[in-house]
């Protein structure tokens, strides 16, 4: 769990977000989806808005999905990461 910490951050690029979770599919395809993205250290509500996006089961494989839905799950991840950052930015320091 720390490896996928150290591996990616809020500024990682929707590319290697998806190297990551394709990399999880091959080695480790029986886990599941809201498991892996968890792992990698998305926030467990943004899981699941993302899964009610997609309309993915959170339960299912990971080894299961087609890229294109692993490049939509990235793509999602990286959106979800940038807002995250873009507000924190906005919210005026107080001293």
Do not use: K
Not at 64 to 91: D, G, T
């Amino acid at each position: 769990m720390s490896e996928a910490r150290s591996e990616l951050n809020s500024s990682s690029s929707a590319d290697e977000i998806y190297a990551a979770v394709s990399r999880r599919q091959f080695l480790r395809p029986h886990r599941s989806v809201q498991d892996v993205l968890t792992d990698l250290g998305v926030c467990p509500a943004a899981v699941g808005q993302m899964i009610q996006w997609l309309d993915l089961d959170a339960s299912r494989p990971l080894g299961r999905l087609r890229a294109s839905e692993l490049m939509q799950l990235s793509r999602c991840v990286h959106r979800l990461w940038e807002q995250s950052a873009n507000a924190a930015s906005r919210i005026p320091q107080t001293t």
